[in-house]
């Protein structure tokens, strides 16, 4: 109950940065960076101690779904924070906060326990390195979408709406490859941590995990090849950036809704 009652706060708070920025995409209100980071801030300040209560258990830690994806959307929350202060990002709270919002709410309300005790240094820097490298490419999706959108209406020559209120191209394209890159470092650094301290790698469900977090970096790997090799961008940087996101999604989000929802 305490956990719900810090939750709605950050959920409102969210909602109401998304709302602000929204206005200012529609062309409706001027741009207020301070008011959309300052109510984006006061939400994670709440958010924060909402997943406290309820991630962090006497034995260990509870790592169930929405507790992890309240956690994911609590860390995209502030690199998003961090990095609007000094780059073009201010739209991508409009995608990823109301996310925050709904995972915060889920977090405090939804009962699942799976517990993770003896916890290894091995496993906490794993662990923090795979929600920074999952945070980055969800934040990348977003991106993504943008890049794809911002490249239609400039094609159709449509000067409204969206368009009026992101950056360049250029700067857009350059910034999800800035993502991609250190989503890709982190991710890779998590495999070499994470990987040897596995105790039972043949286990059917870390086989499904391993095998579509692999196939994520490989799509990203392939991206960053292509971009190096053939100077992808635009949407084709777009489609591949959300497959890899995708593969990744369904590494975690995907088994353990299995794992919790339909065996258990």
Same mark, same amino acid.
């Given at each position: 109950m305490t956990a719900l009652l810090l939750a709605l706060p950050a959920a409102f708070f969210y909602l109401f940065a998304v709302f602000r920025q929204f206005l200012v995409i529609t062309g409706n209100k001027a741009p207020a960076r301070s008011i959309v980071i300052g109510c984006a801030a006061m939400g994670a300040m709440f958010h924060l101690g909402s997943l406290s209560l309820t991630l962090v258990a006497v034995n260990g830690l509870n790592l169930a779904m929405f507790q992890v994806g309240s956690l994911i959307s609590l860390v995209i929350t502030l690199l998003l924070i961090f990095s609007a202060w000094r780059k073009p990002v201010d739209n991508l709270f409009v995608g990823l906060l109301p996310m925050a919002a709904v995972l915060a709410l889920l977090a405090a309300t939804m009962n699942h326990n799976v517990l993770l005790t003896n916890v290894s240094y091995a496993l906490v820097w794993h662990?923090? /390195?795979?929600?920074?490298?999952?945070?980055?490419?969800?934040?990348?999706?977003?991106?993504?979408?943008?890049?794809?959108?911002?490249?239609?209406?400039?094609?159709?020559?449509?000067?409204?709406?969206?368009?009026?209120? /992101? &950056? &360049?191209?250029?700067?857009?394209?350059?910034? /999800?490859?800035?993502?991609?890159?250190?989503?890709?470092?982190? /991710?890779?650094?998590?495999?070499?941590?994470?990987l040897p301290s596995i105790s039972d790698i043949h286990a059917q469900q870390l086989m499904h995990k391993i095998a579509f977090s692999v196939m994520g970096w490989l799509v990203f790997?392939?991206?960053?090849?292509?971009?190096?090799?053939?100077?992808?961008r635009g949407p084709v940087a777009g489609r591949w950036t959300l497959t890899g996101t995708g593969f990744l999604i369904i590494a975690y989000f995907g088994s353990q809704f299995v794992i919790e929802y339909l065996i258990n």
């Open positions: 662990i923090l /390195l795979s929600v920074l490298a999952f945070s980055l490419f969800t934040i990348a999706s977003v991106q993504a979408v943008l890049v794809i959108l911002q490249d239609r209406q400039l094609r159709q020559h449509q000067t409204r709406g969206l368009i009026r209120s /992101l &950056p &360049p191209l250029q700067t857009m394209d350059a910034l /999800l490859f800035e993502m991609i890159w250190l989503g890709m470092i982190l /991710l890779t650094a998590a495999f070499a941590i994470g790997a392939t991206l960053l090849f292509g971009r190096f090799r053939f100077g992808w």
